[in-house]
């Protein structure tokens, strides 16, 4: 298998030996995660693109852990020459969002982080054009963050259909076949 | 060689003769979508459960459960199929990969406008059954959102377990309950096949929300046996769980026993409000989980409640029958004890029929509640059975559980095939014997629970399928061989499942010390004065009973092993639960 991993595991060594704070996996053939530090992401990034030729940003996306309090940028680079996709992870404080924009290197990175801006509520900082992204006027918690109660938002917002009043709760269906009543313990005093 | 190309250029037009063209056609032809292309949903309604999954997990609100002409609710099923609003449905696909049966499926068709509104809503699989050929959103194999796999249960291994009469089963840990009760989908159509239709979905919420004290209080609330349910209940529940479709079912006793065995007094978290003293009083015959568990409840509505039984403990066959290696008697004394603590008055040792009259509990109280249970064995019906060492499993039993000892031998055989033959033989090991089961049929025909036929088999038991006895031979008055066939299944006539048919001349003999009958008890009810056998109604050896357990004698109820054809514990518990809303009925106008 090494040989087949060869081309992975030299740009794994050089990423090492230029930053020892990078946590790099080979996760197949094809495919590298690097796990690093939010705050100094501008200049990794402009290393990959410039010394290993990871010309192309693919899309950057973004996950919320709110059990870690942190939220998690996934920057995806790609390498025409090596067909080798690089994943670059970086975890920043779920409290205080903030990031430098990597519009300098990649200038359509103006647009996936406008919309992580808008779904998750991380700064760029150096963002050249912050406007709303596809929401109007959104003044409610940003949607995709995991807290975001999208069921209660959907109930308060949208209309209910005419035609839909016969809906049963199934639990409370079954409990009236059986001619039973589901206690309710919740609210009771420990 | 100068304009050379252009006189080609007609020709060089025609390569494109053969090839599809881009633009739009009319008549329109519709183009292939994409491979896991999300457009309508298709349902295959008799697949189908009426879990709700789906409806639960839709972050757009666009299902309704409802009543659908046509569909029954039954064991497993609510009776009610989704119904999308494709007017909200946004096709991320989630109520797919959330469908425990797999039935709800997302198909290639999309195209719909209308300016009715009332026709976004389709329920799929009634409305669209011709979109079964268009399927093409499926749930995922590879990463399934369910979690199909049961957290394992840590038992003793067989050769460890014979040595004595240690519990088996151990029962999970913390992490390894909230894990398995995370799994639940939350649906409650497992409340349709419990008997007693226990408040499931709630007490494995509470168990996943790392909150037992509130598990233990729905649990409580209509069963006050659950630690002995979490150990030995026949769990008709697991049989429809969701889960169960596609994988394995929730371990819903295993939870039970696990939310059960955090508290060592239930009072102490149960709190229970007793109610005043009605002034109304009730006499209970027999201390089983029927007796019990009406007494339980009537004590808490404020009835005079008192049990009488026959065994020097309450507990009727959970105590007499069920080995301890399986529900241990601390387990059956701290759920007693706490029924004492609500105030039900139980005598132990007293026979009615005999230590007291029928009539005298019958003129001291307002209403009787019986609760006697199957306790008189069938007879094998064969030759030789009168000798010494010829005994019958539940005698046998109810002895090993007194704590006599029982000389059985170095060799036994079990004759039988069910649950009491398979606790006969697995506690006949722990005493030491070799032992042997002799079953007419098949071994996929043992009413056993499969996981006791397998735990029989680690432990040593040997199991002989299609085997019939046919005499039991002896010396000196004592058991010293028996004689049976092999039997070949035959198709039954009547449609029936196959019969075993003695095969001529394949016939074996085994020397053995013992032989232990297990094919079935009845009642006695020869404590019953003749005037009450003339006016109660039996029907084969049951008490015929309503809905609220009560009997062709309006102030006598009944419940349990003689009145039931399930025979468990769970069942008897649901009857005695019943028969409070019958006494409470009957005495109170309630
Ligand atoms: C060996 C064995 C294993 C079993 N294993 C399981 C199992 O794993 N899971 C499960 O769910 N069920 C099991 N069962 C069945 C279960 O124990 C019974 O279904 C359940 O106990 C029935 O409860 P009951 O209250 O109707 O009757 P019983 O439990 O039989 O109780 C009746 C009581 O009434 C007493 N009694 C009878 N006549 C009189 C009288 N005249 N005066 C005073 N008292 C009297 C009896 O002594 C007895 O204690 C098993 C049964 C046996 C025999
Ligand atoms: S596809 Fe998504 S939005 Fe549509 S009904 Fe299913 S869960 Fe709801
Ligand atoms: S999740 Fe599947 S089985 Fe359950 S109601 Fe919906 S379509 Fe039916």
């Known amino acids: ?190 | 060689m100068k304009n050379i190309k252009g006189a080609l250029v007609p020709f060089s037009a025609l390569k494109y003769l053969g090839k599809k063209p881009h633009t739009v056609r009319y008549p329109f032809e519709k183009k292939k979508t994409a491979e896991r292309y999300r457009g309508f949903h298709f349902n295959e309604i008799e697949v189908c459960i009426g879990c709700g999954t789906c409806s639960t997990i839709c972050q757009n609100e666009a299902i309704d459960m409802i009543k659908i002409e046509g569909v029954e609710p039954g064991r497993g099923d609510s009776g009610l199929r989704p119904r999308i609003d494709n007017g909200r449905c946004c096709w991320c696909g989630l109520c797919v990969d959330m469908c425990p049966t797999g039935s709800l499926s997302l198909t290639d068709q999309y195209l719909h406008t209308s300016p009715d509104p009332d026709s976004y809503l389709l329920i799929p699989g009634v409305d669209n059954p011709e979109m079964k050929e268009n399927i093409s959103f499926t749930k995922s194999d590879t990463e399934p959102l369910l979690q199909f796999d049961r957290v394992p249960m840590r038992e003793l291994d067989g050769a460890e377990r014979v040595k004595s009469f240690a519990e088996v089963v151990l029962g999970y840990m913390q992490e390894e309950a909230r894990a398995e009760a995370t799994r639940c989908v939350d649906c409650g159509l497992c409340v349709t096949a419990c008997p007693d239709h226990m408040h499931i979905p709630e007490y494995i919420g509470a168990i996943a929300e790392a909150d037992d004290a509130k598990a233990l209080k729905y649990i409580y609330d209509n069963n006050p046996l659950p630690e002995m349910c979490g150990k030995v209940c026949t769990r008709q529940c697991e049989t429809v769980c969701a889960i169960g479709h596609l994988g394995e079912p929730i371990a819903i006793r295993w939870l039970k026993r696990y939310a059960t065995e955090q508290f060592p007094d239930p009072a102490a978290i149960l709190n229970p409000k007793i109610a005043e003293p009605n002034g109304k009083k009730v006499g209970i015959v027999g201390g089983g989980p029927a007796g019990l568990s009406a007494g339980y409840y009537l004590a808490l509505r404020g009835f005079d409640v008192n049990i009488y039984e026959a065994l020097p403990r309450m507990g009727g066959m959970t105590f007499a029958g069920i080995p301890k290696y399986r529900f241990p008697l601390d387990s059956l004394d701290k759920q007693i004890d706490y029924m004492k603590k609500v105030g039900v008055k139980m005598h132990n040792n007293v026979r009615v029929g005999k230590d007291i009259t029928f009539d005298k509990i019958r003129n001291d109280n307002d209403a009787v509640f019986i609760g006697i249970g199957f306790h008189v064995p069938y007879t094998l019906g064969l030759t030789g059975e009168d000798l010494e060492n010829s005994i019958q499993a539940i005698d046998f039993l109810r002895r090993v559980n007194i704590g006599e000892t029982v000389d059985v031998g170095k060799k036994v055989v079990v004759i039988g095939g069910g649950n009491v033959a398979i606790d006969a033989a697995r506690v006949s090991r722990r005493l030491g014997a070799e032992v042997t089961i002799l079953y007419r049929r098949r071994v996929e025909d043992m009413p056993a629970d499969w996981e006791e036929i397998e735990g029989a088999e680690d432990e040593g038991v040997h199991i002989v399928p299609q085997g019939i006895p046919l005499e039991i031979i002896g010396e000196n008055g004592k058991v010293k061989s028996i004689k049976y066939g092999m039997a070949e299944m035959v198709p039954d006539d009547k449609g029936g499942r196959p019969r075993p048919k003695l095969i001529e001349g394949d016939e074996h003999i085994l020397e053995v010390d013992t032989v232990i009958g297990a094919i079935g008890q009845e009642a006695d009810y020869s404590f019953l004065p003749k005037e009450i056998m003339d006016e109660l109604k039996i029907e084969r050896g049951r008490v015929v009973v309503n809905e609220l357990k009560q009997t062709s004698i309006p102030d006598i109820f009944a419940g349990g092993d003689n009145v039931n054809r399930t025979m468990d514990a769970i069942s008897a518990i649901a009857d005695g639960v019943r028969a409070v809303e019958g006494i409470s009925h009957y005495l109170l106008d309630e």
């Open chain 1, 1 to 190: 298998m090494s040989d087949t991993l060869q081309k992975e595991e030299q740009i794994k060594a050089s990423i090492n030996a230029a930053f020892r704070s990078a946590k790099v996996s080979i996760q197949r053939k094809g495919r590298i995660i690097v796990e690093f530090r939010g705050g100094i992401l501008p200049a990794f990034a402009s290393y990959l693109k410039e010394y290993l030729n990871f010309k192309h940003l693919s899309m950057i996306s973004g996950v919320d852990w709110p059990e870690d309090n942190q939220f998690e940028l996934v920057y995806h680079l790609w390498s025409y020459e090596q067909s080798i996709h690089v994943m670059v992870k970086v975890r920043l404080d779920r409290e205080a969002a903030k990031t430098k924009t990597l519009t300098p290197l990649w200038e359509h990175a103006e647009t996936y982080e406008r919309e992580i801006h808008e779904m998750l509520g991380v700064e760029f900082e150096g963002h050249p054009n912050m406007r709303d992204f596809i929401l109007e006027d959104w003044d409610d918690l940003p949607p995709m963050r995991r807290d975001f109660m999208t069921r209660e938002y959907v109930d308060e917002v949208y209309e209910w259909r005419k035609g839909r009043e016969d809906a049963q709760d199934v639990r409370q269906t079954i409990a009236e076949q059986y001619n039973t009543e589901v206690p309710n313990f919740n609210n009771e005093d420990k």
